[in-house]
């Protein structure tokens, strides 16, 4: 089931799931800033944070791919690592 978004509120949800819901209604974002798991072995409740080096890249790229489907061409794209 997927959640109606609405712009100017946070969600907390997967952001793969977000980012495809925004798509699926049109939304873009003019500015995305993320940071996310720096892939250190730190306890998060819902997240191992421990992926062999090739799994978390190809995790970050997809999550880059994803960003660049709802950015518009003068979107700014932050990522801190």
Known sequence: MSVQLKINNI???????????????????????????????????????????ESFLDWMELIAKECRNIMTDNSSFFLNV
């Open 11 to 53: 969600y907390q949800m997967d952001c793969i799931k977000g980012i495809k819901q925004m798509k699926k209604q049109s939304l873009l974002a003019d500015i995305i800033v993320t940071s996310p798991p720096y892939n250190i072995s730190k306890e998060y409740s819902l997240y191992a944070d421990n992926k062999p080096r």
